[in-house]
């Protein structure tokens, strides 16, 4: 299993058009070329960007905010076996995500 965490300096964005199997399409903001290029990486090795996943309120995506600059930089992203594992820290435990795609 692998797990990557931290900030990645760049915007994925809210649509997954193009890594609709990495993005689950739930970020915020505009895609960069930074996020273009996490994408490609994610997409390359085969891990998803699990922020993505859930659907949650501004606050909850909103990870830099400086006024008016608001996004999402920190991102949580997994691969291997383990991915359906992935939990919403939103969700109750008995919630556990169950998909194959994670």
């Known amino acids: 299993m692998v797990v990557l965490a931290g900030d990645m300096n760049g915007h994925v964005g809210s649509s997954n058009v193009g890594y609709d199997a990495k993005h689950g399409g739930f970020g915020f903001g505009d895609r960069n070329a930074d996020g273009s290029r ?4 994610a ?11 859930f659907v949650k309120q501004e606050s909850q995506l909103v ?3 400086a006024d008016p600059v ?7 992203i997994v691969g291997g076996t ?4 992935v939990l919403s820290r939103s969700f109750q435990m008995k919630n556990v995500y169950q998909s194959t795609n994670c």
Not at 38 to 41: A, Q, Y
Not at 70 to 76: F, G
Not at 82 to 85: A, D, N, S
């Open 70 to 76: 608001k996004s999402t930089v920190d991102y949580i």
């Open 38 to 41: 996490i994408l490609e990486f």
């Open 43 to 53: 997409d390359g090795l085969n891990i998803v960007i699990c922020n993505t996943l």
């Open 82 to 85: 383990k991915q359906r594992l």
């Open 63 to 65: 990870t830099y905010a």
